[in-house]
């Protein structure tokens, strides 16, 4: 046993899951090296060995721990670094999913984390989830599995379902509803949808048009599931690309202004300025400080 039988068979089988973006796949970092990744999908990333920096919108240099996993929201341009170690991960793409279980939806714990937020102590910024014994052997399954070919889509997929269910059955409901807190709304079936059209159209109408909606049904529907109109929401998601751009990355302020199609240096200091506060080269002089971070609309005060 251990060794995948007939896998002539599974690799001539059109529900091989060998594509570009399977739905679980292991993945080796070595040290020092770097990964980015665009998500259109939710991607639950679990570091099986070593430690990984994982850096995107406002979040820089976010420390996962051995044994211990992260939510990466789609639209979030995120980046992963290794340090002086190597680091081994699986990432799992979360194409389809509204149920913890038959009797809890995902939609149910936006309702846990209103209730939590009530409570001065809690934000959710950003969680990063330690496993338990249960989910570990799970995990180092999976992790076995997938090493030896057994990729199927239809077994990755019930992978995940049964991922949602020890969560479900294991972990307190306000650890879940902080966890998944990115990506939860009223409405995840269409909260997909517009996640996986946005990258595709440049404006709210042409997401609509493209997802089969009126314009005003659209933003009816919209601003119901996530809680604010569309145009106001797309733009932010457009300042969370950016704003890890300039974190991130070593590209120029040129290249990134040309990147996400400002007429000019200065367009794309001004919408630096309206959205974040202040310059690129100001935010990127942040990102390298231990003790400094920016949200969109923060203020900057300038050190004279």
């Not at 091989?16 to 990744?37: F, M, Q, R, S």
């Not at 009126?214 to 950016?242: C, D, E, H, M, Y």
């Not at 290249?255 to 794309?268: A, L, M, R």
Request: hydrophobic share 40%.
């Amino acid at each position: 046993m251990g060794k995948l039988l007939y896998s002539e068979e599974h690799l001539s089988c059109y529900n091989y899951d060998n594509g570009a973006a399977p739905l679980v796949e292991c993945i080796t970092l070595a040290k020092g090296e770097a990964v980015n990744l665009h998500p259109i999908v939710p991607k639950i990333i679990f570091v099986i060995k070593g430690a990984l920096k994982v850096s995107f919108a406002w979040h820089n240099e976010e420390i996962v721990q051995e044994s211990q996993m992260i939510l990466i929201p789609p639209g979030s341009n995120c980046y992963l670094t290794t340090d002086s170690t190597p680091a081994n991960i699986l990432v799992l793409r979360m194409k389809s999913f509204a149920h913890l279980c038959d009797t809890y939806s995902i939609e149910k714990l936006k309702f846990e984390a209103e209730d939590a937020m009530r409570h001065e102590a809690a934000q959710y910024s950003l969680a990063i989830l330690t496993i338990d014994e249960r989910l570990r052997f799970f995990f180092e399954d999976l992790v076995a599995r997938t090493n030896d070919g057994l990729r199927c889509f239809y077994y990755c997929q019930l992978k995940i379902k049964e991922l949602l269910f020890i969560l479900r059955g294991y972990y307190p409901k306000e650890e879940l509803a902080q966890f998944f807190a990115p990506i939860l709304t009223n409405n995840i079936s269409f909260a997909d949808q517009v996640y996986r059209y946005m990258s595709q159209v440049k404006t709210v109408k042409g997401l609509a048009a493209v997802m089969g909606y009126s314009l005003s049904g659209f933003q009816k529907k919209f601003k119901k599931t996530f809680g604010s109109p569309p145009n106001v929401w797309l733009l932010a998601q457009r300042s969370k690309v950016i704003l890890s751009e300039i974190n991130t990355t070593h590209k120029s302020f040129k290249e990134i202004s040309e990147d996400y199609g400002f007429s000019s240096p200065s367009h794309f200091n001004g919408f630096c300025r309206i959205h974040f506060g202040c310059t690129p080269a100001q935010l990127r002089k942040l990102s390298s400080s231990p003790n400094d971070s920016i949200e969109p609309g923060a203020s900057v005060k300038k050190n004279k």
